[in-house]
């Protein structure tokens, strides 16, 4: 019996040499702050400090929260905004760019860039850009004779902005997504259709449309995942300002944690947060498993 | 994706509407998509007094080098650089060896809950970092792992570990089975197997791998400012940001530093284009 055990010993041990490693990384980085933050959340807190257990006061507290409120509403018209942007016009570009007539190629490596150079970067480009002194587009405005602009401090002018500015730089993906999503539809049903005589408009709506509805479907949540967690872009290019009119909830996480030092709220907005994103992330899977079985 | 571009756009479209249109569409898209990058480029090689021109002009007369002299020999930014390339490369070095291990054992090993083990390590890429920074910063305090290249190496390595697990498994399942097996045949350990056979066939996926990873550590903001705040480790992007600060608004300088910091990624990208998107098509379809 004693080489049996044995082997049976070495056959338990041998799978955690491959992905203990991964594991272990993922329960320490990962999955413990999670646990720490809900446990935080339940404490009250100074600086680093944990204090006495409050139970769901943070949370009570975040409900009677105005401002988390009105952040709430900014994040849904953040996310909703950007998606009405890039969702359609990363499927005209998919569309347009899967007839592949020459030169495509290098509009598509163009059309591409914006997604590839960081959220920073995007911001500092904006920024200058938009400059109201020095800038092009004030320029081009001041000869249709509209004033100056000052976008990004500007109360109405701020969020729309802001919104605009996250589009350019993530319509690529959504585009992405799509052409690759397109070439998976036989170029027979297309020929098919143009014998029949369907004309562009009926060929998008009962050929184009319902086969990749699935890849839509999995690049809006993708994108509203990205969206609802996204920091960089908004603190560099608004910074939530003006007025903290374009401040959304993972930005006021961040202002929570490391400018107020409170961490008892940033955790609860974080563990709420991450309950959101796994909600999202659920439907996202959902719809990955539909788009298997098809 | 299995014919490229150029050997299926060699024949000229009839000039159509639609032709027309979506040439139009995309010259316009285009055009937006690299105005400001070309802008940024135009002010960066600006002198001073240029830059603040008005009228606003798109070209330099004389262009000069001036601002890029000024952020490579005076400014901190080599050592943001230094920086970031350390991180990234502890960052590679960790996912790919950890990675490697994980989808060898999860492609090749009987192990029971095997499917469920991958998906459990594909959700928690799903996790929001801005979730896990106050905690992991709290932790990171306690433990003095703030401000440190392994600190940071480590948030980057979790968070890519799914994507590069994902990918090098691929690579692995495509590698027929018959070859370990002879293998073992031969006297080959389980391990060997994997250090000798499988290791040099999935070299492509694991550079590819690298890419995605040196990109995203490249690119980071979030993370690097949260728990990197010294000027000694301070990363690329957040040196960037904060040199606005430094420089007051001399936007010449000031977009040197832009474009440097995101050059190396660009070109990256430029070279390395299909193989890029597959990657980045794989990892977002395969959840």
Same mark, same amino acid.
């Given at each position: 019996?004693?080489?049996?055990?044995? =082997?049976?010993?070495?056959?338990?041990?041998?799978?955690?040499?491959?992905?203990?490693?991964?594991?272990?990384?993922?329960?320490?980085?990962?999955?413990?702050?999670?646990?720490?933050?809900?446990?935080?959340?339940?404490?009250?807190?100074?600086?680093?400090?944990?204090?006495?257990?409050?139970?769901?006061?943070?949370?009570?507290?975040?409900?009677?929260?105005?401002?988390?409120? =009105?952040?709430?509403?900014?994040?849904?018209?953040?996310?909703?905004?950007?998606?009405?942007?890039?969702?359609?016009?990363?499927?005209?570009?998919?569309?347009?760019?899967?007839?592949?007539?020459?030169? %495509?190629?290098?509009? =598509?490596?163009?059309?591409?860039?914006?997604?590839?150079?960081?959220?920073?970067?995007?911001?500092?480009?904006?920024?200058?850009?938009?400059?109201?002194?020095?800038?092009?587009?004030?320029?081009?405005?001041?000869?249709?004779?509209?004033?100056?602009?000052?976008?990004?401090?500007?109360?109405?002018?701020?969020?729309?902005?802001?919104?605009?500015?996250?589009?350019?730089?993530?319509?690529?993906?959504?585009?992405?997504?799509?052409?690759?999503?397109?070439?998976?539809?036989?170029?027979?049903?297309?020929?098919?259709?143009?014998?029949?005589?369907?004309?562009?408009?009926?060929?998008?709506?009962?050929?184009?449309?319902?086969?990749?509805?699935?890849?839509?479907?999995?690049?809006?949540?993708?994108?509203?995942?990205?969206?609802?967690?996204?920091?960089?872009?908004?603190?560099? %290019?608004?910074?939530?300002?003006?007025?903290?009119?374009?401040?959304?909830?993972?930005?006021?996480?961040?202002?929570?944690?490391?400018?107020?030092?409170?961490?008892?709220?940033?955790?609860?907005?974080?563990?709420?947060? %991450?309950?959101?994103?796994?909600? %999202?992330?659920?439907?996202?899977?959902?719809?990955?498993?539909?788009?298997?079985?098809? | 994706?299995?014919?490229?571009?150029?050997?299926?756009?060699?024949?000229?479209?009839?000039?159509?509407?639609?032709?027309?249109?979506?040439?139009?569409?995309?010259?316009?898209?285009?055009?937006?998509?690299?105005?400001?990058? !070309?802008?940024?480029?135009?002010?960066?090689?600006?002198?001073?007094?240029?830059?603040?021109?008005?009228?606003?002009? &798109?070209?330099?007369?004389?262009?000069?080098? /001036?601002?890029?002299?000024?952020?490579? &020999?005076?400014?901190?930014?080599?050592?943001?650089?230094?920086?970031?390339?350390?991180?990234?490369?502890?960052?590679?070095?960790?996912?790919?060896?950890?990675?490697?291990?994980?989808?060898?054992?999860?492609?090749?090993?009987?192990?029971?809950?095997?499917?469920?083990?991958?998906?459990?390590?594909?959700?928690?890429?799903?996790?929001?970092?801005?979730?896990?920074?106050?905690?992991?910063?709290?932790?990171?305090?306690?433990?003095?792992?703030?401000?440190?290249?392994?600190?940071?190496? !480590?948030?980057?390595?979790?968070?890519?570990?799914?994507?590069?697990?994902?990918?090098?498994?691929?690579?692995?399942?495509?590698?027929?089975?018959?070859?370990?097996?002879?293998?073992?045949?031969?006297?080959?350990?389980?391990?060997?197997?994997?250090?000798?056979?499988?290791?040099?066939?999935?070299?492509?996926?694991?550079?590819?791998?690298?890419?995605?990873?040196?990109?995203?550590?490249?690119?980071?903001?979030?993370?690097?400012?949260?728990?990197?705040?010294?000027? /000694?480790?301070?990363?690329?992007?957040?040196? !960037?940001?904060?040199?606005?600060?430094?420089?007051?608004?001399?936007?010449?300088?000031?977009?040197?530093?832009?474009?440097?910091?995101?050059?190396?990624?660009?070109? !990256?990208?430029?070279?390395?284009?299909?193989?890029?998107?597959?990657?980045?098509?794989?990892?977002?379809?395969?959840?």
């Amino acid at each position: 019996m004693a080489p049996r055990a044995n =082997r049976i010993n070495v056959s338990l041990l041998s799978p955690l040499y491959y992905v203990g490693p991964t594991i272990l990384l993922l329960l320490a980085i990962v999955a413990y702050p999670i646990a720490h933050s809900f446990y935080i959340s339940l404490h009250k807190t100074e600086y680093l400090r944990i204090g006495g257990f409050t139970g769901l006061s943070n949370y009570l507290a975040l409900l009677h929260d105005d401002i988390v409120q =009105r952040d709430f509403i900014i994040t849904i018209k953040y996310v909703l905004g950007s998606l009405s942007g890039a969702v359609p016009i990363g499927l005209l570009l998919a569309i347009i760019l899967n007839q592949r007539l020459p030169g %495509f190629g290098i509009l =598509r490596t163009i059309c591409t860039l914006p997604w590839v150079i960081s959220q920073t970067v995007s911001a500092l480009l904006w920024i200058w850009f938009l400059n109201p002194s020095y800038g092009p587009v004030n320029y081009a405005l001041s000869k249709l004779s509209i004033p100056t602009l000052d976008f990004r401090a500007d109360v109405v002018l701020a969020l729309p902005t802001l919104i605009g500015v996250n589009v350019w730089m993530s319509y690529p993906f959504a585009m992405i997504l799509f052409l690759a999503g397109l070439q998976t539809i036989p170029e027979e049903l297309y020929e098919a259709a143009r014998i029949d005589g369907a004309s562009v408009i009926s060929e998008f709506y009962h050929i184009t449309l319902p086969l990749i509805k699935n890849t839509m479907m999995a690049a809006c949540v993708m994108l509203t995942l990205y969206y609802f967690t996204m920091v960089t872009l908004i603190f560099v %290019f608004t910074g939530g300002g003006p007025a903290k009119l374009t401040e959304v909830l993972s930005l006021r996480i961040f202002n929570e944690a490391f400018f107020y030092w409170r961490m008892g709220t940033a955790s609860a907005l974080g563990v709420v947060v %991450f309950v959101l994103n796994a909600v %999202f992330s659920l439907i996202y899977i959902k719809v990955l498993r539909r788009e298997a079985e098809l | 994706m299995k014919q490229s571009y150029s050997t299926i756009a060699n024949r000229w479209p009839k000039v159509t509407v639609s032709v027309v249109l979506s040439y139009a569409v995309l010259v316009i898209t285009g055009a937006a998509a690299i105005a400001p990058l !070309l802008w940024a480029l135009s002010t960066s090689v600006k002198t001073t007094t240029q830059v603040v021109a008005y009228p606003p002009r &798109w070209l330099p007369d004389p262009p000069t080098f /001036e601002s890029y002299l000024q952020v490579v &020999w005076r400014s901190p930014m080599p050592r943001h650089l230094l920086n970031t390339l350390i991180v990234a490369g502890i960052s590679i070095a960790l996912v790919l060896t950890v990675a490697t291990h994980c989808a060898y054992g999860i492609a090749r090993l009987r192990l029971r809950n095997r499917e469920l083990l991958s998906f459990s390590i594909l959700a928690t890429a799903m996790v929001p970092i801005i979730s896990v920074l106050p905690p992991l910063y709290s932790v990171y305090a306690r433990l003095g792992l703030d401000d440190s290249y392994l600190g940071l190496s !480590l948030v980057y390595s979790a968070w890519q570990v799914p994507t590069a697990m994902i990918l090098v498994r691929g690579f692995i399942e495509a590698i027929p089975r018959e070859l370990e097996e002879a293998a073992m045949i031969d006297g080959c350990s389980r391990r060997q197997c994997l250090y000798r056979i499988v290791f040099p066939i999935i070299q492509p996926g694991l550079v590819a791998a690298a890419l995605l990873i040196f990109i995203y550590v490249w690119n980071d903001f979030l993370v690097a400012t949260t728990l990197a705040i010294s000027d /000694e480790r301070r990363m690329i992007q957040v040196g !960037l940001y904060q040199y606005i600060g430094d420089v007051g608004i001399d936007w010449g300088r000031f977009m040197a530093y832009t474009v440097l910091a995101s050059l190396p990624i660009i070109v !990256l990208f430029l070279s390395l284009q299909r193989r890029l998107l597959r990657g980045l098509v794989a990892g977002a379809m395969k959840g």
